[in-house]
C-alpha cells in the first residue's frame, strides 16, 4: 500500500522528535501504520490512544513523561491524516465496516482540546496554545475539504428510477441474446456436442447477468456510503465549529485577531469568517 500523505506539510510538528524512533511509543506506532499507507487501522489505533488519554485523565494520575511526549504527536498526526474518500465500492464497504471512524475520530480529538484537563497533557507556553490550536483548525479544514469533494452534496443522493431501469434493460439484452444464441445453435442439430455449446453459452449468461448485478450493487453501496457520510459530516462539521470556537476563545481570550487568524486557517474565506463567529457564539 502506498504511504498516506498527511494533507498539511505546513503544520508545525510536536516537540519531542525522539519519541518516534521508539517502536513502542503509540506515536511510532501511529506514524508507521500511515507509512504503510494502512488508512484503517490508522484511525482504529488512534481511536484507542484517544480512549487511553481519557482513561488516564478520569484516573486524576499525574501523566507520566512518556503520556507528554506522545499525547501532542496522537493529536497531529489525527488532525493532519486525510479523510477517506469514497471513489469505490471497496472504500464504502471498509467505511461502512469501521463506523465511520475517521469522521468521528476527528471530532472526538477536536472536543477533547476544549477540555483544558487534556490540553494539559502539552507543554505549557505559548507555542502549545498555537499548537492546539492549529491542530484543531486542520481538524476543521479536513472537514470543509470533504464537502469540497466530487461526492458530496449537503443533499441525499439517491439510486435512481432511470438507472435502476437500464440495469434491467441490460440484464434483458443479455438475455435475448443469448436465447437468440442458443436458438442458432439448436437449428445445427443436436446431441452432446450441441448440448456443451448451450450449457457454455447459458453459462456465460448467467456470469454477465451477475457482473451486471454486481456493478449495481458496488453502485448502489457507494451511493449509499456517501450519501450517509455526506449528511454525518454536515452534522460533524455543525458541532465542531461551536468546538472550534470554543478552543479558540479559551487559548486566545480577548484576542480577535488571534482567533480571526485561526478560523481562515481553518478554511473560512474572510466573508465567511464574521457568519462563523456569528453562528457559533449564538445560544441555543
Not at 131 to 155: E, P, V
Not at 163 to 185: G, H, P, W, Y
Not at 253 to 278: H, L, N, V
Request: proline residues 3%; hydrophobic residues 35%; charged residues 30%.
Amino acid at each position: 500500500m502506498a504511504k498516506i500523505q498527511l494533507f498539511d506539510s505546513s503544520l508545525v510538528k510536536p516537540d519531542y522528535p525522539d519519541v518516534l524512533k521508539n517502536i513502542q511509543a503509540p506515536a511510532s506506532t501511529l506514524k508507521k501504520l500511515l507509512d504503510d499507507g494502512q488508512s484503517g487501522k490508522f484511525f482504529k489505533e488512534a481511536a484507542v490512544e484517544l480512549e487511553r488519554i481519557r482513561e488516564l485523565a478520569a484516573e486524576n494520575e499525574f501523566p507520566s513523561e512518556e503520556t507528554r511526549k506522545n499525547t501532542p504527536w496522537i493529536f497531529y498526526f489525527i488532525a493532519n491524516t486525510p479523510l477517506v474518500v469514497i471513489d469505490s465500492a471497496e472504500q464504502a464497504r471498509c467505511a461502512i465496516n469501521n463506523h465511520d471512524v475517521d469522521l468521528y475520530l476527528k471530532e472526538e480529538a477536536l472536543e477533547m482540546l476544549t477540555i483544558s484537563t487534556y490540553r494539559d497533557l502539552f507543554p505549557d507556553g505559548k507555542a502549545s496554545r498555537e499548537l492546539m490550536a492549529s491542530y484543531g483548525a486542520a481538524i476543521m479544514r479536513s472537514f470543509l475539504n470533504g464537502t469540497k469533494s466530487k461526492s458530496y452534496s449537503d443533499k441525499p443522493i439517491f439510486v435512481s428510477d432511470e438507472e435502476v431501469k437500464a440495469m434491467l434493460k441490460r440484464d434483458i439484452k443479455i438475455m435475448e441474446n443469448t436465447f437468440s444464441e442458443i436458438a442458432q445453435i439448436q437449428k445445427k442439430g443436436t446431441g452432446a456436442e450441441t448440448d456443451k455449446k448451450i450449457n457454455d453459452v447459458s453459462g456465460d449468461m448467467n456470469k454477465r447477468i451477475n457482473d451486471n448485478g454486481q456493478q449495481f450493487q458496488d453502485h448502489t453501496v457507494m451511493v449509499n456510503t456517501q450519501t450517509s457520510r455526506n449528511l454525518l459530516l454536515k452534522n460533524i462539521i455543525e458541532r465542531s465549529e461551536k468546538n472550534f470556537m470554543i478552543l479558540l476563545t479559551d487559548l486566545f481570550p480577548g484576542k480577535k485577531t488571534e482567533i480571526r487568524k485561526y478560523i481562515k486557517m481553518a478554511g473560512y474565506s474572510d466573508q465567511e469568517i464574521r457568519k462563523f463567529i456569528e453562528r457559533t457564539l449564538e445560544k441555543d
